[in-house]
């Protein structure tokens, strides 16, 4: 073994010693094989709790419910009862902390993601009401006459 | 406002229906990727011909691609690195392999090839450094010292050139090359491999894909190595015929480029051409015979969007056109080089046409994608990812190989 | 000279040790994870009816604002696609950014349809699959996707390296780069509403019911029974993949 030939290989091994030296400090200490097995569960353990603690921003009808009872009550008589409040008012978050005022999507587009009509057989688009945007009052807002949380009775109550 | 970049929006152009999330994600360094280690592998092959299978004809070849391989080699994983979005890491597919990714075997198959292509060079030139070495002993001059210190370290203390143990270098370096081909053709089939493999693309997945991937590589790598060779061999002659003090070397010492070496080199050439030329089109008539779901919409692409880059660029020009040039009898340099040159191109095509093809239609089947390659980049990306990273990346090499030959004269040692 | 080599062979023996026994992979023992899986009663699973869906796209909308994706870029984690199939035979589809805006026309592809023109046209909602043998997961070159004990495929976006392979290894096309974090990304299930016991962003966000999440090995969970009991379908069962999410109401023509 004292031959020369074999110098090459030990600067090879010297290189993986370095390589499995640094790896020591490198990679997390949670980093292995679980459940799942080698080929769909090798990971680092730790990021399936960081996933877990990511922020819930849509709370729900609800946690509306809580502060607003009325409006709660006044939509959950109407046709758009199924409808979450955040889909037109925007997600909660930590309102009233934070956001202590939420932005309400109040546009003729909104609206028209159910209610342009498009004559879908088998789809339940089909048999929604719905308007051809271009000449159902095209300028106006769908506020003007409808109201969003009960739009049962034209205009406001 | 944070940085928002979508990843191969500015580069991809979609026609009717793709999903969403569908972009030209793999561009041109991937393309650059089996390309640069395609002719790493076909450099290593092009030297191991003359160590292992005695081909006394390649011998003065051998040194000089063995050499370039080394340098092809340092430069390949640079698509790689330019290409990741996370660069820095790397590194991590050394510290945390997932062996069922092929890509994973990256860092083991490229560690192993590495060492195995220096450890040649080393043996093949061991004799030289210790020479080196020894010469510059003593010698004036900050120039001399540091290269004195160079071929200190290079002879890994190893200060014994007797008969006996040059000869067992001999041995050694026929054991490495041997070795080494096996190691280089799993180089470059796994990158056929990370191709083939992935189900989900129609026109990647088949298991001819790392076969046909090893053929056009050593197509490429003997190309690159003969054109390398001719180009600087004609340069050199040219320069010492236009040098008033040619106080290096003479004429006679550099010879220019002998033709009958470029002719008996390309004889091989031709052989893996005609391999790598049959795989692709069995593999063409495979899928049009079977026909299975996904071959209208590869009929279209084929036949239709790409049909120029395949058929007439890579095909035609990149095939059969240098096929003839190299077959017609009495091959002049020139001929030869021009056959070169439209081979490599070839070999640079087919790339692309696998890469850039493979997501030319989208995974609907209904739809299409077209990747504009940046020219004039205006951010990181558009440079990364255009013309000038991969001309970046085509240049490499070479600049390698002038450092390298610095220290590891593979041109004027004979 | 010796107290050289001395301290060599020492230095030499403690980076070995280092290396072997804090730098070994971290191996689950046979019996952990048998009690694991013993455990485990919980493999999340989603049911799709698209006879209900009416293309509104609050579902996309609310899971971008939920997982903080970009909302102007084209790249979601959940989409609706519109498939219009005319007389003629032809096949109209389209997903204009992703319908995170819902369907507001009746234009497709360009093409204005009129209506006795049309056969059948439905929406198809697509998310992530959580594929029983994701091949996503397969390609990762470092380990930095991973399924999850309960069926979740995620992605630790301090280990991506961002190659791009799980992109293309997907059939779906549900993976792509975050735009702010530059490493691949997905849908999560939102799996941090689910261990809270909450449903979905898109799930909560459908005012139609079109998108259920439920617990596969739960057979008293309604998900459960409609899959035990009704006739449903996959996308793309010829990958081998085993996807996870269920379709009520699936045609041919759906990609």
């Known amino acids: 073994m004292r031959s020369h030939v074999w110098r090459p290989l030990f600067v090879a091994l010297a290189v993986v010693g370095l390589i499995l030296i640094a790896r020591a400090f490198v990679v997390p200490p949670d980093f292995g094989v679980y459940e799942r097995g080698f080929m769909y569960g090798y990971h680092r353990r730790s990021n399936e709790k960081e996933w877990e603690q990511f922020k819930v921003k849509y709370r729900g009808k609800q946690y509306c419910m809580d502060c607003h009872p009325d409006k709660y009550e006044s939509n959950m008589s109407s046709k758009h009862k199924v409808i979450q409040c955040e889909n037109c008012h925007g997600p909660a978050i930590d309102h009233p902390e934070d956001p202590p005022k939420l932005t309400v999507d109040r546009s003729r587009k909104l609206c028209l993601r159910c209610h342009t009509k498009l004559p879908y057989p088998s789809s339940l688009r089909g048999k929604l009401k719905g308007i051809n945007p271009e000449e159902h009052n095209p300028d106006m807002e769908c506020s003007t006459c409808h109201n969003p949380h009960k739009p049962d009775m034209e205009g406001w109550s | 406002m944070e940085d928002v970049y979508v990843h191969g929006l500015e580069w991809t152009v979609k026609e009717l229906f793709t999903y969403p999330n569908e972009f030209i994600y793999w561009s041109i360094q991937i393309v650059m990727y089996p390309l640069m280690t395609g002719l790493v592998a076909g450099a290593f092959v092009l030297s191991s011909l003359y160590h292992v299978f005695g081909q006394k004809d390649l011998k003065d070849m051998a040194k000089f691609s063995l050499v370039f391989s080394f340098a092809l080699l340092i430069a390949a994983p640079m698509p790689l690195m330019f290409h990741l979005q996370h660069p820095l890491r790397g590194v ?72 006996k143990a040059l000869e067992k270098d001999e041995k050694v370096i026929k054991v490495l090359a041997g070795v080494g081909i096996p190691v280089a053709c799993f180089l470059h089939g796994y990158a056929g491999f990370i ?63 002998e033709i009958d070496l470029v002719r008996k080199t390309s004889k091989y050439l031709i052989g893996f051409m005609i391999a790598a030329f049959t795989l692709e089109l069995l593999d063409l008539v495979f899928r049009g015979y079977t026909a299975v779901k996904s071959w209208d919409i590869l009929r279209s692409v084929i036949y239709g969007k790409d049909f120029t880059n395949i058929f007439i660029l890579q095909y035609g020009l990149g095939n059969i056109l240098p096929f003839i040039l190299l077959l017609l009898p009495r091959a002049s340099i020139r001929r030869t080089v021009l056959a070169l040159c439209l081979v490599l191109f070839g070999v640079f095509m087919m790339r692309w046409n696998v890469v850039i093809g493979g997501q030319a239609f989208s995974l609907t089947f209904a739809g299409y994608m077209h990747y504009n390659i940046p020219i004039l980049p205006h951010n990181i990306e558009t440079f990364k990812e255009g013309v000038l990273g991969a001309l970046l990346i085509g240049i490499m090499p070479f600049g390698l190989f002038w450092v390298f030959n610095r220290v590891v004269p593979s041109l004027k040692y004979k | 000279m010796t107290d050289r080599r001395e301290f060599l062979k020492t230095l030499l023996r403690g980076t070995l040790l280092a290396a072997t026994s804090a730098g070994v992979i971290k191996f689950m023992k046979p019996s952990e994870v048998r009690a694991q899986i013993e455990q485990s009663n919980v493999r999340w699973g989603f049911l799709v009816d698209t006879y209900k869906c009416v293309g509104c796209g609050f579902c996309v909308k609310a899971c971008k604002l939920e997982n903080e994706v970009p909302y102007d870029v084209p790249v979601t984690r959940t989409w609706v696609e519109r498939y219009v199939i005319l007389k003629d035979g032809r096949v109209l589809a389209d ?159 759906v990609r």
Not at chain 2, 243 to 257: C, F, K, L, N
Request: proline share 5%; charged share 20%; aromatic share 12%.
């Open chain 2, 92 to 163: 991590e597919v050394f510290f945390t392999p997932h062996f069922t990714s092929a890509i994973s075997a990256f860092g083991i198959v490229f560690f192993t090839y590495s060492m195995i292509v220096a450890s040649e060079i080393w043996f093949v030139y061991r004799k030289y450094f210790v020479e080196q070495a020894l010469a510059l002993k003593g010698k004036e001059g900050l120039r001399n010292a540091v290269m004195r210190c160079i071929y200190r370290a290079l002879t890994l203390g190893a200060y014994d050139i007797s008969e």
């Open chain 2, 195 to 257: 191709f083939g493999s992935v189900k989900a693309n129609a026109l990647w997945m088949t298991p001819l894909m790392p076969v046909i991937f090893i053929m056009s590589a050593i197509v490429s790598g003997i190309a690159l190595c003969m054109l390398t060779y001719i180009v600087i061999m004609e340069w050199k002659k040219f320069r010492i015929k236009t040098s008033r003090r040619p106080w290096e070397v003479t004429a006679e010492e550099v010879g220019g480029v």
């Open chain 3, 95 to 253: 997903t204009p950014m992703g319908a995170r805006d819902g369907f507001i026309s009746a234009e497709v592809q360009e093409t204005i349809v009129k209506p006795d023109e049309i056969t059948k046209a439905f929406f198809v909602p697509k998310l992530c699959n959580q594929c029983d043998k994701p091949p996503c997961v397969q390609v990762c070159p470092v380990g930095a996707t991973y399924q999850r004990a309960d069926g979740v495929v995620l992605v630790d976006r301090s280990w991506c390296i961002g190659c791009g392979y799980c992109i293309m290894a997907c059939p779906y096309g549900v993976r792509f780069f975050h735009p702010v974090y530059r490493t691949a990304e997905k849908c999560t299930f939102c799996i941090h509403r689910l261990v809270k016991g909450m449903k979905t962003a898109c799930v909560d966000a459908c005012p139609f019911g079109a998108r259920q999440v439920g617990n596969l090995k739960d057979i008293n969970d309604p998900v459960t029974k409609v899959i035990l009991t009704e006739r449903v379908g996959v996308l793309k069962d010829e990958y081998g993949t085993k996807p996870q999410v269920y379709y009520l109401g699936l045609d041919e023509t």
